[in-house]
């Protein structure tokens, strides 16, 4: 709330307005089963000033669950709003069929994919120490392939 005087020959005019903060959310499931990956926008109105969210969480790194956020404006007006974040059913992992850790069940990339970066011995390709028939057969699966960049 916030008042304005005007003074002006002899008489004292006070408008008063009072704006009522409220919050509102936009929740978006996680990218993937069980992951930290579901998000949230909050958005105000009637707000004076500058709002803060009373919270610890990482709003962009929620598990699936219920929430319910707080925040407050400088004049000390708070407001609450409840939402949920719904678990994705995919799966998450390595989608990247050249990396160490490919995971052929994967249908979410979770940024996990290990690729080689021992420049040492290039054609061990199957990184396991030893260039061998293993290195050649992965060297053929992959023969033809456009790579980009």
Not at 14 to 36: D, E, H, K, N, P
Not at 103 to 127: H, K, M, R, Y
Not at 137 to 148: A, H, I, P, R, S
């Amino acid at each position: 709330m916030f008042r304005i005087a005007l003074a002006a020959a002899g008489f004292l005019l006070v408008f008063t307005s009072s704006a009522q903060l409220s919050i509102s959310a936009t929740a978006y499931s996680t990218r993937c089963s069980g992951s930290s990956t579901g998000l949230v926008e909050i958005e105000s109105e009637g707000a004076v000033g500058e709002i803060s969210i009373l919270t610890n969480l990482d709003l962009t790194a929620l598990e699936a669950g219920d929430y319910t956020i707080t925040a407050e404006d400088v004049s000390g007006q708070q407001a609450s709003v409840s939402f949920t974040i719904l678990d994705h059913p995919a799966l998450c992992g390595c989608t990247y069929p050249t990396a160490f850790n490919y995971d052929t069940s994967a249908e979410v990339d979770n940024g996990s994919c290990v690729f080689s970066s021992d420049q040492s011995c290039l054609a061990d390709i199957v990184p396991d120490g030893i260039v061998g028939t293993n290195d050649l057969l992965q060297l053929l699966v992959e023969f033809g392939v456009v790579c980009n960049e």
